[in-house]
């Protein structure tokens, strides 16, 4: 299945947790699974919610994961600060990365407002690949951040 096409089933999946939202962590657990199941690239999939001086990690998919995160370096945190999404083609070479999994060689963070324009959380995705990351996949998770906005 085309990016594109997976990116379409899986919105459609994240649209009907979304609207039956009874709880944001079973919400975002569920919304982890569907990219993982989707994307079987995606090394590790999750959020961090947004504390007012870090990060602190939320439900997952993948391997265990730094459990606080800085606002001092790092994609989520500059993710964070420009709040918009970051693309780092190869971690290694994206200055201050925060090293949670050795395996992993790129990575998409995307954030997440509620409905007011304040931030909640960050999408994180891992990938061992290097370059696995492009406009398409910003393009998705960013639909799917607009419709977890819906869950604040």
């Known amino acids: 299945m085309k990016k594109e096409e997976s990116y379409k089933w899986a919105i459609k999946q994240v649209k009907q947790k979304v609207k039956f939202n009874i709880d944001i962590i ?10 993982k199941e989707y994307f079987p690239n995606f090394f590790w999939v999750g959020f961090y ?25 790092g994609v989520c945190a500059t993710s964070v600060k420009s709040k918009g999404t970051i693309i780092a083609q190869d971690v290694k070479k994206f200055e201050g990365h925060i090293v949670c999994n050795p395996r ?6 995307v954030p997440i407002f509620d409905n007011n324009r304040n931030l909640k959380a960050v999408l994180d995705v891992d990938s061992e690949k290097f370059d696995d ?16 906005k819906n869950i604040w």
Do not use: R
């Open 26 to 35: 079973a919400t975002l657990a569920n919304t982890a699974a569907i990219l």
């Open 49 to 73: 919610f947004y504390k007012k001086d870090h990060l602190l990690l939320g439900p997952f998919q993948g391997p265990p994961a730094c459990v606080k995160l800085s606002l001092e370096k």
């Open 104 to 109: 992993s060689n790129s990575e998409i963070v």
């Open 133 to 148: 990351f492009n406009q398409t996949d910003k393009q998705g998770l960013e639909k799917i951040a607009e419709l977890l």
